[in-house]
Each structure stands twice: as C-alpha cells, then as structure tokens.
C-alpha cells in the first residue's frame, strides 16, 4: 500500500472544481494531470490486480491511470453518456463494466479498448429534476461469473444473468417494501414509493456469495434470491439516520460490512459505521471523527486493511490501520461537492 488518496468531486457551484484531487502521505491535495477542472469525477475504482492502475468514471467520459492516479489517459468508451459506477472482474482485470446515465451498462474484454452496450432496461420509473438518472453501483456474485448485479438511482435493482450482456429491472421485493408506512418517503416527486427505489450501492461477499447487500434512501436491505425478497437490516436499531449511501465489504474480513449513513443527500451530519456480522448489529467505525455533511462515498483499499470516506463539503476521513486510527483532510476551498474517494 503506498497511502495515496484519491477523492472526486463535481461542479457544483460557479468557479468550482469537479475533477479529482490526489494527496500523497506528507504531500498537499494535487489536481493529477489529465483531468479537466469540470469532468466531475463520480467513481474511482483501483485495479484489484495492478497497484498502479486506478480507473475513474467522470461525466465526460473514463479515464485510466497507470501511475497511482498522477496522470490520467481517457480511453475510448462510448461518448454521448455520463459514467457514474466501474466494475473490474477481479478474475480478469481486462474486463470492465461501467454503469452510465441514461441508465445503461457498457462492458469491455479488453481493459477499455473496445465496447459494447449491454441490454438494458433505460425506461425512468419515475420524472426527476434532475434528468436521467443513473446506474449507480455494480456487484459480480463472488461465484458465479454470470451473475452480476446494479443499482440505478431512484429506478432501484438490477440483476444480469448472463454476464453482463443484458440486464432486467429486479424490484419484486422493494414494490412490496415500498408501501410500508414507514418506508415511504418522497423528496423529488409525488410519489411516497420513491425512497425506496432510489438505489445508491449494492455488494456481494464470499462470506454469504447468494447475498446482495441493496443500499437506498431507506437503508440496508438483503436480497438472496435476485431481488424476489428482502430483508430490512434496520440499521436505525444502532444509527441516528438511516439515508444511506455506500457499501462495501472490508478487503480483510468478508464478514464485515461498511456503510455511510447521514440524513438526507444534502445534510448537516453523517458518520461510517461497521457490522461484524454482515449487517446484524452495526456500530460507529469513526467515533473522533465529526461529519458536518452528508458522507457521499468512501473507499477500501483492494487488499489492505486501509479505507477513505468523504463528505459532501469535502471532508476526507481515512485510516491505514483497520480503524485503529483516523485522519482527516479537508479539500480545497475551490473543489466541488465530493461524490468518492479511494485509497490505494
């Protein structure tokens, strides 16, 4: 592990920076080269094989870097889409999906040479504000290479069943879920069944490989047969706020969960918690540490047992030593609303 962060951030606000910000151990926060000051960088994703390689998935395209993020090249995927989630196959590094908005998967054999779309439901369940939305996260099922699994912003679960070529809405379960009074909730529409379909990450482990872990505004849920049912992991038994934004597993322990939890998308609070127990009981991963906004993502490192999580406002919390001891560094004033982070 060579303790570089990595956080990405997007234009909101005028004269803001949304790129990617790099800060070296003992170093500033750096604007790598390649990376145009309004990419808006939405999703980095390290090379679980190359400790070099880093991927990141920007509203203007993808981009690879071979340097530990220094310098960045865009490869030629598909333009015309925003890139907002990329999936390395662990198995096979030189294959890659990345989740677009409009809602869509593209996928590569070749480490991002060629492309081609896979089959995917595009229709919006519901009329946002914001235009389309976005396929948020992807998930390989640690077993079996056919199925992989996605999460769109407020159009909820998707499963592919043959490797990633064609994909289906998979939303049985949340349909059900929805209309529970105490999982109703609407911000953007008229419709009180929003919150639960606004997807934001979803995981998968070895230490339960038929489970998907299906993160959204209502919480953490726990789907093993492809989203037909699911179970509320009902983190609010141990968190304040329950809006939750990611989720992984720890690169060290498959029994362990992570997962950022805050109020709202746009909040005064938030905090990283862990469940040893794959979402039985959680409690607070960061207790000294304080998040005065929402924490939008966070990252693990692909081996060690290292992680960071940023805050909308631009917040960085990270540790090298499994949460032992925490670190924070504030981004520039000039950066944008921070949306990732990784540590590599």
């Not at 309004?38 to 980095?44: G, L």
């Not at 190359?50 to 490869?75: C, E, H, I, Q």
């Not at 590094?93 to 995917?120: K, N, Y």
Request: hydrophobic content about 35%; overall charge negative.
């Amino acid at each position: 592990m060579r303790g570089v962060i990595l956080a990405g951030t997007a234009v909101t606000r005028p004269d803001a920076i949304g790129s990617l910000y790099r800060l070296e151990p003992g170093g500033e926060w750096q604007v790598p080269e390649g990376l145009a000051a309004d990419v808006a960088v939405q999703a980095i994703t390290p090379d679980p094989q190359d400790p070099n390689r880093v991927y990141v998935g920007t509203r203007k395209g993808l981009f690879r870097s071979d340097d530990l993020g220094a310098s960045w090249t865009k490869l030629p995927a598909p333009e015309g889409v925003q890139y907002w989630s990329v999936l390395i196959d662990p198995a096979n590094p030189e294959r890659l999906f990345c989740g677009t908005s409009p809602v869509g998967v593209v996928h590569s054999e070749d480490g991002g040479q060629t492309w081609a779309e896979s089959d995917c439901d595009h229709g919006e369940r519901y009329q946002m504000s914001f235009g389309s939305s976005r396929m948020m996260k992807l998930a390989f099922h640690p077993t079996d290479p056919n199925i992989l699994y996605g999460v769109a912003e407020v159009n909820g679960f998707y499963v592919s069943e043959d490797g990633g070529l064609s994909w289906r809405r998979a939303n049985t379960a949340i349909a059900g879920l929805s209309q529970q009074p105490h999982l109703k909730n609407r911000e953007l529409t008229d419709d009180d069944t929003e919150g639960m379909y606004d997807g934001h990450a979803v995981t998968t482990t070895p230490a339960r490989p038929d489970a998907a872990f299906y993160v959204c505004r209502m919480g953490v849920f726990e789907t093993d047969d492809r989203g037909d049912t699911m179970r509320d992991l009902e983190v609010k038994r141990f968190a304040p706020f329950n809006y939750t934004r990611d989720v992984r597993v720890s690169p060290v322990d498959p029994k362990t969960l992570y997962a950022c939890f805050s109020i709202s998308s746009r909040s005064e609070a938030g905090a990283l918690y862990r469940s040893p127990d794959l979402g039985k009981t959680w409690v607070e991963a960061d207790p000294g540490t304080v998040a005065r906004s929402t924490i939008m993502g966070f990252g693990v490192h692909v081996k060690e047992p290292a992680l960071a999580a940023v805050s909308r406002h631009g917040q960085v919390f990270y540790t090298f030593d499994d949460g032992a001891k925490w670190s924070e560094a504030q981004l520039p004033a000039d950066a944008g609303d921070a949306f990732c982070a990784a540590v590599l």
